[in-house]
């Protein structure tokens, strides 16, 4: 059993759509997260919920909207879409407490043209 | 605040040689500290982690690192890698009573035949 999944895994759409990117875990942890990788590899948080509360909120255009309808899930809106949203976005989930471990799901690859 | 570095962007290492990736953190409070593998098109998966105790940490596929408080170092060796070991290496700290885990820029590790 998939313990962190993401759908899709390839999403290419033009600039100015909006798209949505969702993610489940069935760890039964309380955190999620969502991180996004440029092209050059660089792994950046962008936002966190506890228990349906967001936590971190990093500096990221208000394009992008998280969504947690309840623990295992943590959706990412994006509006208006442009070139350089193109990144891989990783969606995570952990126990909270800083000593737990993050796991990761696959990987969503965004591409705007 | 708390950063990573990982000193080294691509490290080219021949098969059954011994490798080390180099990480450094700096944080104004006592941190744990992980590295994560990140193998072609997938997601981040945890190699190992130190919390406390013992500054030498046993990870799987092989891997140690050694926590070196002085250094603020945390770097990372197999005494034998394999062709299987090509993969991004990311270093992460995480600090103690903070939910956000900083990554660094990742390390490229290509096995030579």
């Known amino acids: 059993d998939t313990a962190v999944s993401q759908t899709p895994k390839y999403l290419v759409t033009q600039m100015g759509n909006d798209k949505s990117i969702k993610c489940e875990q069935n760890l039964g942890h309380d955190t999620m997260y969502w991180y996004k990788q440029d092209s050059k590899k660089f792994l950046k948080i962008m936002f966190s919920?506890?228990?349906?509360?967001?936590?971190i909120n990093e500096t990221v255009p208000n394009r992008f909207s998280p969504k947690s309808p309840d623990k295992a899930h943590l959706n990412l809106h994006i509006n208006s879409l442009e070139l350089g949203d193109s990144a891989v976005y990783f969606c995570?989930?952990?126990?909270?407490?800083?000593?737990?471990?993050?796991?990761f799901g696959p990987g969503t690859r965004l591409t705007v043209l | 605040a708390q950063s990573v570095t990982q000193l080294d962007s691509q490290v080219p290492v021949f098969e059954e040689a011994p490798v080390e990736l180099r990480c450094n953190y700096s944080?104004?409070?006592?941190?744990?500290l992980f590295w994560y593998v990140q193998y072609p098109n997938q997601g981040l998966q945890l190699l190992l982690k130190?919390?406390?105790?013992?500054?030498l940490v046993k990870g799987i596929n092989g891997f140690e690192a050694e926590f070196n408080k002085s250094q603020t170092s945390f770097h990372l060796r197999k005494p034998s890698v394999h062709i299987s070991d090509t993969a991004e290496y990311f270093c992460?700290?995480?600090?103690?009573?903070?939910?956000?885990?900083?990554f660094g820029t990742g390390t490229r590790l290509t096995i030579i035949p």
């Open positions: 995570a989930s952990s126990q909270s407490g800083a000593t737990d471990t993050q796991y």
């Open positions: 919920y506890n228990n349906k509360e967001l936590i």
């Open positions: 130190y919390l406390s105790g013992s500054t």
């Open positions: 944080s104004s409070v006592s941190v744990y």
């Open positions: 992460a700290v995480r600090g103690k009573g903070n939910e956000k885990l900083t």
